[in-house]
Nanobody, 117 residues
Framework: QVQLVESGGGLVQPGGSLRLSCVTS????????MSWYRQFPGKERELVAT???????KYADSVKGRAAISRDDGKNTVSLQVNNVRPEDTAMYYC???????????WGQGTQVTVSS
């Protein structure tokens, strides 16, 4: 059974930091590019950050300079650190796994992040 379980969401004050984690199982984690997406109400999911199987990272312009994605292949885990969060970071955040070649895709159930004072 494939599982991607996000954690770390919740309420954070503007200017603060958040760290999201996604613990996975049921597939060969080291063969998958890992990404974080987020979704605002009424909008399509948008890519926040991605890290390839080789460790190459990419970030959306909206978080560039504030975010850092990392992976731990020994723990089958991907994390997202976002500093200086803004109210517009409020969204449901989803963990995504995509096979580097076969392109099969898995999603987590999401974790809510709310940035508010």
């Amino acid at each position: 059974q494939v599982q991607l379980v996000e954690s770390g969401g919740g309420l954070v004050q503007p200017g603060g930091s958040l760290r999201l984690s996604c613990v996975t199982s049921g597939f060969t984690f080291s063969s998958y590019d890992m990404s974080w997406y987020r979704q605002f109400p009424g909008k399509e999911r948008e890519l926040v950050a991605t890290i390839s199987i080789g460790g190459t990272t990419k970030y959306a312009d909206s978080v560039k300079g504030r975010a850092a994605i990392s992976r731990d292949d020994g723990k089958n885990t991907v994390s997202l650190q976002v500093n200086n969060v803004r109210p517009e970071d409020t969204a449901m955040y989803y963990c995504n796994a995509r096979h580097s070649f076969i392109r099969s895709t898995y999603w987590g159930q999401g974790t809510q992040v709310t940035v508010s004072s």
